[in-house]
């Protein structure tokens, strides 16, 4: 049964190629955890035991069972929890029917015929005859000791074979440190979140990441590290070391450049819970962010014309774009005054200009398109293929509601460049505006694989599964934005709504008013309609209690969503029309919002978005599914 062809649920399981395809799209996984999902495959509907996966996936090996639970919670994020089943103490069934197709039919040089879906019989592999001689050898050299492993590490070191030199940035990684009372646990955590560290790493654009786990364990000699990562041919080395106290895990990372052994970036984060998989997988993220952060930089960089900037203006020039990647709003605007000087010190610069405008839009909005529009022409007129100065002319043309140019100037950004993430991020919420919710996904998707760990990123391709009302998937990439940046206020707006829609009001309750006792919930009259069952009732208090507050003034989009909660398709329209008489360019968003299908299909909701500019011929309306409100 080697070397099939496999297609389930949509996917595809290349076992010759290896590699893993949904609609065309390769969707990529850690190597053993391709190597469960090809054994589960080639046996479905059948239970398979922890011991025989094991066998088959790490043949002569010793391992802990953690390193099978890390690869099936991987499969699990990527195929959906209920693909493969956990039998408690016994394995693993995978449940779904395999069909075997042919390369030809992969390929679309043959129709395809109908084939029976294919139940393979279950043959357990072969005992492993090697196994109590591997563990007696990793007993041996437990008993040994650390001065062993030290001088294989440093053999490794000077027998490495010199890795030929590539465009891309490279990074060797070295393995982690793991503090923890537990041996046990602290092997297995080892392991595990160095797979997902470098499976995380690998996705960073333009990076190149060398594992060198199998080394052993590093060396305490700095000029060791060094030498090891220069004859692997890395800029970098990363070392990190990780406390675990039972509740939560605290990491600590550092990357030294290997020419000279200085730190480029170094810092630590808590991951507040207790050891698991999932505590593994947030480290991952976290520290791929932070990595991220210092690679976007060297990315900006390289993009410069050598010799064109001096020393103060590259220096203003990579602040101005590493400034609006943070979270930290109040100093946008710093972006802004930055390349207004490095453009006023090199005025014929057309990526200097594109970058201004961009600066423009992203620190004033629509306050700021009037003169970015015409920096952004400027930036064409200098150089026709600068990809930026049409995406600030696509952004200006979408807030203006220029539908048609604003579509025009973006797809010629994302001609000019494939790879400007920020073009297929405005032109998915284009598409989303416009209920185009299919092509938009294409754009976001694709801006999320460019930037896999912005937060931004992730929400934004949250709130479009939100409209298209897939909210296993929006929740899926909310909750990832918030494990790559626990505070992220969009992730968390977006997971109430998504609740709601799912009529889970145990987590509303819990998002709007804490980690509180029913006895507490009940003396509050805004939460005790989510105790006692009465979801009308909790839209209706809150509704009451935004209309007396006189302190603060809530949009009319905001009061609308509380009418159409509560089925008032009146008052809804009332409030509809306020919006967008006082905010056009953000009412926009009204259109794709599942919450106003209550009045999609009336003549005046058309009307609103006709005023707008958004086409209705693309409106459409579907069943609002039960949010527990009769």
């Not at 496999?6 to 799209?25: A, S, Y």
């Not at 190597?31 to 509907?45: I, T």
């Not at 930037?451 to 909750?479: I, M, T």
Request: proline share 6%; net charge negative; hydrophobic share 40%.
């Amino acid at each position: 049964m080697e070397g099939q062809i496999r297609e389930f649920r949509g996917f595809v399981l290349d076992e010759p190629e290896h590699r893993l395809r949904k609609d065309g799209v390769d969707v990529p996984l850690p190597p053993k955890a391709f190597e469960v999902l090809k054994y589960l495959a080639a046996r479905p509907q059948q239970l398979v035991s922890y011991q025989e996966i094991m066998d088959a996936v790490w043949p002569d090996t010793f391992v802990e069972e953690g390193n099978l639970r890390l690869s099936v919670h991987t499969l699990r994020k990527t195929l959906g929890n209920d693909l493969i089943e956990t039998v408690p103490r016994r394995g693993y069934r995978f449940n779904a029917e395999t069909t075997i197709i042919e390369r030809a039919v992969l390929n679309g040089e043959q129709t395809p015929v109908a084939v029976e879906a294919v139940r393979a019989p279950h043959v357990p592999p072969e005992p492993r005859r090697s196994r109590g001689r591997t563990v007696l050898t990793f007993v041996l050299l437990l008993l040994v000791g650390t001065g062993a492993i030290s001088a294989v590490w440093y053999a490794a070191a000077r027998s490495a074979p010199t890795v030929p030199s590539t465009d891309a940035h490279t990074i060797a990684v070295l393995p982690f440190e793991v503090i923890s009372d537990d041996p046990a646990a602290e092997r297995t955590l080892s392991k595990g979140l160095y797979e997902a560290a470098t499976f995380n790493l690998k996705k960073i654009r333009g990076l190149r990441v060398i594992t060198i786990a199998e080394t052993g364990e590093a060396s305490s000699d700095p000029d060791r590290k060094l030498r090891l990562g220069q004859q692997l041919g890395a800029n970098e080395i990363l070392q990190a070391s990780v406390r675990s106290d039972g509740e939560g895990l605290r990491v600590s990372y550092e990357l030294l450049s290997v020419s000279d052994g200085a730190t480029v970036r170094n810092g630590s984060f808590v991951v507040n819970s207790k050891p698991s998989a999932d505590s593994e997988t947030a480290a991952a993220l976290r520290l791929a962010r932070e990595l991220d952060k210092v690679l976007v930089r060297m990315r900006d960089k390289r993009r410069l014309p050598p010799g064109l900037l001096d020393e103060t203006a590259e220096r203003d020039y990579l602040l101005a774009q590493q400034l609006p990647r943070e979270n930290d709003m109040n100093r946008w605007s710093e972006a802004t005054g930055l390349m207004r000087s490095v453009v006023e010190k090199y005025p014929d610069w057309a990526l200097g200009h594109a970058k201004l405008a961009e600066a423009m839009v992203l620190a004033h909005g629509s306050d700021g398109c009037g003169e970015a529009r015409s920096v952004a022409l400027r930036s064409i007129e200098l150089d026709p293929k600068t990809a930026e100065a049409y995406l600030v002319k696509g952004v200006c043309d979408q807030i203006e509601r220029k539908w048609t140019e604003a579509e025009a100037s973006l797809k010629k950004a994302i001609e000019l460049d494939e790879g400007l993430d920020r073009a297929h991020l405005e032109y998915g919420l284009l598409l989303d505006i416009q209920r185009r919710f299919a092509e938009g996904e294409v754009h976001l998707k694709k801006a999320l694989e460019l930037e896999p760990f912005a937060p931004y990123y992730n929400v934004l391709l949250c709130q479009h599964y939100y409209y298209d009302k897939k909210w296993s998937e929006a929740l899926r990439h909310c909750e990832l934005s918030q494990t790559i940046e626990p505070d992220y206020f969009l992730a968390k707006k977006w997971i109430y709504w998504v609740n709601v829609k799912q009529g889970r009001w145990d987590r509303v309750r819990e998002i709007t008013f804490g980690k509180i006792s029913d006895a507490e919930a009940l003396r509050n009259p805004l939460s005790r309609p989510l105790v006692i069952g009465d979801p009308r009732g909790f839209w209706q208090a809150n509704l009451e209690d935004r209309l007396r507050d006189q302190n603060k003034r809530y949009s009319p989009v905001a009061i609308a969503n509380y009418y159409a909660m509560l089925g008032d398709k009146e008052k809804t329209l009332e409030f509809l029309e306020k919006a967008v008489e006082a905010d056009p360019e953000q009412a926009k968003f009204i259109n794709p919002d599942p919450i106003f299908d209550l009045v999609r299909n009336d003549p005046r909701f058309n009307e609103l978005m006709k005023r707008l500019g958004v086409a209705t011929d693309n409106n459409r309306s579907e069943p609002t599914r039960s949010t527990g409100i009769n």
